[in-house]
């Protein structure tokens, strides 16, 4: 069976400090990844996604970026992060694009705090 | 632009029925989906819906009507582990995903 681990679960950077989350899928091959934050009272926003190693499409221009350097890791990454940063961070996997729902399955999320 | 409203907020009894409404405004239509999201925890998908109709797993059943846009959730015998958010999202013509805020749901003994 496929299982998604994203880490940390929780950090407190302080502001201008780096970032890097990672996602690791295990069970299947060439997923879709994905990368989303949650703010309260706001639906999920997605950031990145990626349909295979080293194809990244960013949708919300800001100091974030995001890797595939293998299959199945995702990793978002900045190099300062700002107070507006803060919040809840998911990462998903879906098998790629075809007929059917292609449901979107999440890992734990990672909730940063910036200081 | 695209749109999907969902009540912020419901509040049913255990043991009753509840039905939570969502209603989208979006590019094209390629199915619609509910998850439910316990707080401070990830979001797990519960149903499916691309045609026209009602479809039921369990307790939970999901309808959709792609002319009026409108989908909504039904839980019934309701208990208090149901007491989480439940989010709507389309997928739309570029088959990106829409999502809704949210419905948290409170469940009273």
């Known amino acids: 069976s496929q299982t998604i681990h994203q880490w940390p679960a929780t950090l407190v950077q302080p502001v201008g400090s780096p970032l890097s989350l990672e996602c690791t899928v295990e069970g299947t091959s060439n997923p879709n990844l994905y990368w989303y934050r949650q703010a309260a009272g706001r639906g999920l926003q997605l950031l990145f996604y990626?349909?295979?190693?080293?194809?990244i499409s960013s949708e919300v221009p800001q100091n974030l970026s995001a890797s595939r350097p293998q299959d199945r890791q995702f990793i978002l990454s900045s190099k300062k992060l700002l107070l507006s940063d803060s919040g809840f961070y998911l990462c998903?996997?879906?098998?790629?694009?075809?007929?059917?729902?292609?449901?979107?399955?999440f890992g734990a999320g990672s909730r940063l705090t910036v200081l | 632009g695209q749109n999907i409203d969902q009540p912020t907020e419901m509040t049913a009894t255990e043991g009753a029925i509840v039905q939570i409404n969502c209603t989208y405004q979006?590019?094209?239509?390629?199915?619609l989906f509910w998850y439910q999201q316990h707080a401070g925890e990830a979001p797990t998908f519960l149903s499916y819906n691309v045609l026209d109709g009602l479809e039921e797993k369990g307790r939970f059943s999901s309808f959709l009507s792609r002319s009026k846009g409108y989908s909504y959730l039904l839980l019934k015998e309701l208990q208090m582990k149901d007491s989480a958010s439940y989010l709507c999202a389309v997928r739309d013509s570029n088959y990106q995903l829409i999502w809704g805020a949210g419905t948290k749901l409170i469940i009273k003994p």
């Open positions: 990626s349909v295979g190693i080293g194809q």
């Open positions: 998903a996997w879906s098998t790629q694009q075809g007929s059917g729902a292609n449901v979107l399955t």
């Open positions: 979006t590019s094209g239509f390629n199915g």
